[in-house]
């Protein structure tokens, strides 16, 4: 069946590690978004791809850092985490950029 | 700058009330409004997307519509399982979404 997945679902680490958050698809889309949420408040997108090799910063400022080497594959690194990156971050993807977008179930990371 | 604004913030109802949720937008050259459920720790799901005035779309007890400056979705006779946060979303020329804050639907027994 054709999903979105994201790893791990909830992460909890001490301040200054390096983490990956991973998302894959298996719907064949090209176009990959990583926005961050939260509690109560707006999405906000903050890094996208429309390809591979193709990545693009969004709105909402973040020390993150992606890569898209595979079409299927979009992981978010944070090379130095800090409590301040304490939130959900859901990774969507879309057959094209004005169809809907389907997102994954998220990652809740708490920063210590 | 797109500015998208959703109200009431939170809505209480009994089951079977009906009732709307409002998404007032404000974007240069609509290409798309797009309604979400999202349920607590969850991604959003999709639930419609409308693409010029007059458009309707329907979906159980969901329908949603648009005008030239908001979008509505009416929940029809609610049951407790429509309780969720509501997100509307709109794409401008920018290819890019920018969301609303949401509505928090509590659907009573």
């Known amino acids: 069946e054709a999903d979105i997945y994201q790893t791990p679902r909830y992460l909890v680490i001490g301040t200054g590690k390096k983490i990956t958050l991973e998302c894959s698809q298996t719907?064949?889309?090209?176009?990959m978004y990583w926005y961050q949420q939260d509690p109560g408040m707006e999405l906000h997108l903050i890094h996208y791809?429309?390809?591979?090799?193709?990545?693009e910063k969004g709105d909402l400022s973040s020390e993150s850092t992606v890569s898209r080497i595979r079409t299927e594959h979009f992981p978010l690194t944070l090379e130095s985490a800090r409590p301040s990156h304490t939130s959900q971050y859901l990774c969507?993807?879309?057959?094209?950029?004005?169809?809907?977008?389907?997102f994954g179930p998220g990652t809740r990371l708490t920063v210590l | 700058e797109d500015q998208v604004t959703q109200s009431p913030e939170a809505l209480r109802l009994q089951e079977g009330e009906s009732s709307s949720l409002n998404c007032s937008y404000t974007?240069?050259?609509?290409?798309?409004l797009f309604w979400y459920r999202q349920d607590p720790g969850k991604g959003p799901e999709f639930l419609f997307t409308?693409?010029?005035a007059g458009e309707e779309k329907e979906k159980e007890r969901l329908k949603a519509t648009l005008t030239k400056k908001e979008s509505f979705l009416h929940i029809t006779a609610p049951k407790p399982e429509d309780s969720a946060t509501y997100l509307c979303?709109?794409?401008?020329?920018?290819?890019?979404?920018?969301f609303g804050g949401g509505t928090r639907v509590l659907v009573k027994p």
């Open positions: 969507a993807s879309s057959e094209n950029t004005g169809h809907e977008q389907f």
């Open positions: 719907m064949g889309h090209d176009k």
């Open positions: 791809s429309y390809g591979v090799n193709s990545t």
């Open positions: 974007v240069s050259g609509l290409r798309g």
């Open positions: 409308l693409y010029s």
């Open positions: 979303a709109v794409r401008a020329a920018g290819n890019k979404l920018t």
